[in-house]
T-cell receptor, first 112, second 126 residues
Framework: DIVMTQSPDSLAVSLGERATINCKSS????????????LAWYQQKPGQPPKLLIY???TRESGVPDRFSGSGSGTDFTLTISSLQAEDVAVYYC????????FGQGTKLEIK | EVQLVESGGGVIRPGGSVRLSCAAS????????MTWVRQAPGKGLEWVST????????YYADSVKGRFTISRDRARKSLFLQMNSLRAEDTAFYYC???????????????????RGQGTLVTVSS
């Protein structure tokens, strides 16, 4: 299995400030055949099911605000929220789909 | 609008069985692989099982292999998860999701998940 590890486990950021969440895979999830990183990000707000935010490491799902961005390649990835809004309070998960799917343990994002 | 509605959860005794259902609407069910993901209360997400578009290929997490069976019904546009020999550690919310298939580096059908349902809670307790 390709194991995903996120950091930090929790994060408190002031409204309007930048939030950064890291995700590291135990092996590369880059596929040279199509030059794609097989990495997705999900958001789960309190009491709600998870929601797809980003796929291919950096492509936003339709309807996702552009303050959310994904970056990285190979084994190291980052989810950035450029200007934190109150509605962004959630747990964020990365997931590799290069092989048998595996999620990171989640990062809880709160308002400072 | 894409909708997935899970049902069938409840309180089940250890060693018991339950069958979860996921009713799909708003998209062409036959065009998508489908998957189950679970989440123990207060814990993270765990992939459980995936079935391909025609139901001919099925994949399971090691934690459920031999106990759970995934299936789908084309006419009813529904996904199922038969859960047998249930254990306390199977207690979780179970979500179904579409799989957005992409080129696979290996033998597993690669793709990200598009979960749209509220999930159904299975509690295994005596």
């Amino acid at each position: 299995d390709i194991v995903m590890t996120q950091s930090p486990d929790s994060l408190a950021v002031s409204l309007g400030e930048r939030a950064t969440i890291n995700c590291k895979s135990s092996q590369s999830v880059f596929y040279s055949f199509n030059n794609k990183n097989y990495l997705a990000w999900y958001q789960q707000k309190p009491g709600q099911p998870p929601k797809l935010l980003i796929y291919w490491a950096s492509t936003r799902e339709s309807g996702v605000p552009d303050r959310f961005s994904g970056s990285g390649s190979g084994t190291d990835f980052t989810l950035t929220i450029s200007s934190l809004q109150a509605e962004d309070v959630a747990v964020y998960y990365c997931q590799q789909y290069y092989t048998t799917p595996f999620f990171g343990q989640g990062t809880k994002l709160e308002i400072k | 609008e894409v909708q997935l509605v899970e049902s069938g959860g409840g309180v089940i005794r250890p060693g018991g069985s339950v069958r979860l259902s996921c009713a799909a609407s708003g998209f062409t069910f036959d065009d998508y692989d489908m998957t189950w993901v679970r989440q123990a209360p207060g814990k993270g997400l765990e992939w459980v099982s995936t079935i391909n578009r025609n139901g001919g290929s099925k994949y399971y997490a090691d934690s459920v292999k031999g106990r759970f069976t995934i299936s789908r019904d084309r006419a009813r546009k529904s996904l199922f998860l038969q859960m047998n020999s249930l254990r306390a550690e199977d207690t979780a919310f179970y979500y179904c999701a579409r799989v957005i298939r992409v080129a696979a580096p290996g033998s597993f059908p690669s793709g990200w998940f598009d979960p749209r349902g509220q999930g159904t809670l299975v509690t295994v307790s005596s």
